[in-house]
C-alpha cells in the first residue's frame, strides 16, 4: 500500500524524464568545462574573430545543455509534487511545495549549480563580441 498523495501519470511522465535528464548532469558539466578550456586557449593563443566565434557558440551551447540538467536535476531532487499541472488550486500548490523545497539541504546543492551556471552563461555573452564591430 502507497501512502500520500497520488501522482498524475502526466507529472510522473515528467518526473522520470528529469531524472534522467538529471543524470548526464556530470557529463554535460564536464563538456561545458571542455569547452571552455578549449575557448579560452583559443583567445589566448590570438585566434582570428572567425575561429573564435564557433568555439564561443560551441561553449555557449554547452552551458546551456548544463543548465538544461541541472535544473532537471533540481526538479527531481524536489520531488514530483512541485510539478505544476492541472487547475489553478493544483498549480498553486505546486508553486508551493516548489518554495518550500528549495529550502531543503538536498536541494541546495542544485540550486547553487542553476544560479552559477545562469551566471557563467551570462557573463560569457556579455563579455564576448563574437561579431565585428559595424562602423558607423
Same mark, same amino acid.
Given at each position: ?54 568555439? +564561443? ?30 487547475? +489553478? ?8 511545495? +516548489? ?34 564591430? +559595424?562602423?558607423?
Amino acid at each position: 500500500m502507497v501512502l500520500g498523495r497520488k501522482v498524475s501519470p502526466e507529472v510522473a511522465e515528467r518526473h522520470a524524464a528529469d531524472k534522467t535528464l538529471a543524470a548526464e548532469l556530470h557529463d554535460r558539466l564536464a563538456a561545458a568545462q571542455d569547452a571552455e578550456r578549449e575557448f579560452h586557449a583559443a583567445q589566448v593563443e590570438g585566434r582570428a574573430l572567425d575561429e573564435l566565434r564557433p568555439l +564561443a557558440v560551441a561553449y555557449d551551447r554547452a552551458l546551456y545543455d548544463a543548465l538544461l540538467a541541472a535544473e532537471a536535476a533540481q526538479r527531481s531532487a524536489m520531488g514530483p509534487k512541485t510539478y505544476e499541472h492541472g487547475d +489553478a488550486k493544483q498549480r498553486r500548490a505546486a508553486q508551493i511545495a +516548489a518554495r518550500k523545497a528549495q529550502a531543503k539541504p538536498s536541494v541546495r546543492p542544485y540550486t547553487d549549480e542553476v544560479d552559477r551556471l545562469r551566471t557563467l552563461r551570462e557573463a560569457h555573452k556579455l563579455a564576448l563580441r563574437t561579431t565585428p564591430p +559595424a562602423h558607423v
